[in-house]
């Protein structure tokens, strides 16, 4: 597993040096402009330019000749992913702990709530978009991805009157609703890797 | 205990089907697979290597059934050299080494230094910017540095220059040296399975046509050139391949079928593939 994930973190680095960059100058401005929120989703997003990279080298037929487990080989993305993740968001915290030292302002505990929340966003779109890689490879996976987020958003438009209505009306508070976005999360995850566990193999059937 | 044991093997792809193939590497031994392209040579070393499931048969490496779980660590002992080095083109020799460290338990980082400096390549270039010949020697060196007691090789020494091809054999060769080492490379280029091999297992159409000691293959053969009239006079059970010209008839001839009464021509194991190939 150490070697996998030391090959795809080589790759990256020297690949994208610019947008790892622009990762970590994201995480570090201040919550008011959002945009430590887009480096962890962004970051959740490289493990499918590290799968396109063991695609373009076939790094794969050579891996699976390898002794690695079909479960590590899968596996490794999503740790990756995590690891990626866990990082914007660990820079993002400390550059805000830095910024209220320095402006002499308390640190809002809300603030870690609301870091959980994007951190739950992105591992769900990992879990979204890792199986479909695997099955389709990076190409069609991404174009699946994109077909499969506008038919989301369009089914969501059409029924949100409806959610919202029985959102005003549920009586459950806001710690529920953290700890059920938490739960969904995790559980994502849990599926999304035994499919693409079973897409993996597939492919070498 | 055969380095490799394979037992009617059989897998069949939309269009091809790899036919109830058998054959057995001893150890200390080289063995060749040769066969036109899309005969099945690397879909047997894929299927060797578990890397694609089979539909019948049985195959055994160093000893493990290649299907149960103790064949991951079996994997340590086998070096896979493919026709490309297949590792992201960013990486250079130190960080394959970095890799291969967190691979495989037996990874000798000296002994890969070693390699790569006899291989005069470069430890800090991208290997993407190598030839072809040093990337292939970058995946020998990585298939060499975790004492593997088996090689497998897919066409590792097609598109090189003949003289590094002679440096990569010269390599294969020193690894037999050690009895329990063996080697199975598929190569499309006969006259060096003809160099270096102990056995050759020729594939056609999916169909194993032979697994045979090489020196004992070409005694068993013989190529004559004979007029039309002298062709006609040979038992036709005796002919194996035939190639026609204006000045008359090319013929290979299974020696124990026939009575020794042409003088022989010299044929090499190319020859005997192509004819084989052709009259199959």
């Known amino acids: 597993m150490r070697g996998l994930l030391l090959k795809d973190i080589y790759t990256l680095v020297k690949q994208l040096r610019l947008f790892l960059l622009v990762i970590v100058i994201f995480a570090c401005l201040p919550r008011l402009y959002s945009l430590s929120a887009f480096a962890i989703v962004y970051a959740s997003m490289l493990p499918i330019t590290a799968v396109a990279y063991d695609e373009r080298s076939k790094w794969n037929r050579l891996a699976t000749m390898m002794p690695y487990s079909v479960k590590s080989l899968v596996f490794s993305k999503y740790l990756l992913g995590y690891l990626m993740i866990g990082a914007a968001a660990l820079i993002s915290i400390a550059a805000q702990l830095v910024l209220t030292a320095v402006t002499g302002s308390a640190y809002d505990i809300a603030e870690v709530q609301e870091l959980i929340c994007v951190i739950c966003i992105a591992i769900f779109l990992l879990s979204v978009n890792l199986p479909l890689m695997f099955r389709f490879g990076v190409e069609k996976g991404r174009l699946t991805f994109i077909i499969l987020t506008v038919v989301t958003v369009m089914l969501l438009f059409s029924v949100k009157d409806t959610v919202l209505v029985w959102l005003a009306g549920a009586d459950f508070g806001a710690s529920v609703a953290f700890a059920a976005l938490v739960a969904f999360a995790a559980l994502s995850n849990l599926a999304s890797f035994y499919l693409s566990l079973k897409f993996h193999k597939g492919k070498f059937a | ?280």
Not at chain 2, 92 to 103: A, E, F, G, Q, S
Not at chain 2, 200 to 217: A, N, P, S, T, Y
């Open chain 2, 1 to 280: 205990m055969d380095a490799i044991e394979i037992k009617d093997l059989t897998k069949h792809f939309k269009g091809f089907t790899l036919d109830h193939i058998s054959f057995a590497l001893p150890r200390g031994c080289i063995m060749g697979l040769v066969g036109e392209n899309g005969a099945g040579k690397s879909t047997t070393l894929n299927l060797i290597m578990n890397a694609i499931s089979r539909d019948g048969g049985s195959i055994k490496v160093l000893g493990v059934d290649n299907e149960s779980r103790e064949f991951n660590a079996a994997k340590e002992k086998i070096g896979i050299v493919l026709d490309e080095a297949y590792f992201p083109e960013v990486l250079t020799p130190k960080n394959v080494n970095n890799i291969m460290k967190y691979t495989y338990q037996n990874w000798q980082e000296s002994e890969f230094f070693s390699l790569i400096d006899r291989f005069r390549l470069p430890q800090n270039k991208s290997f993407r910017d190598f030839s072809r010949g040093m990337k292939m020697k970058l995946a020998i060196a990585v298939a060499l540095a975790h004492q593997p007691e088996l090689l497998i090789l897919d066409e590792a020494t097609s598109g090189l220059d003949p003289m590094v091809r002679d440096e990569i054999l010269d390599l294969f060769n020193d690894f037999t040296r050690d009895e329990n080492h063996s080697v199975l490379l598929s190569s499309h280029i006969v006259s060096d399975l003809e160099k270096i091999c102990d056995y050759i297992v020729f594939l056609h159409q999916g169909k194993l046509m032979f697994c045979e000691e090489k020196d004992r293959l070409l005694e068993e053969y013989a190529l004559w050139k004979l007029t039309k009239e002298q062709f006609e006079d040979i038992p036709k059970e005796a002919i194996r391949g035939v190639k026609r010209n204006p000045f008359g008839v090319e013929v290979l001839v299974k020696k124990d079928a026939v009575a020794d009464v042409f003088p022989a021509e010299h044929l090499s194991l190319e020859d005997l593939i192509l004819f084989l190939a052709k009259g199959a």
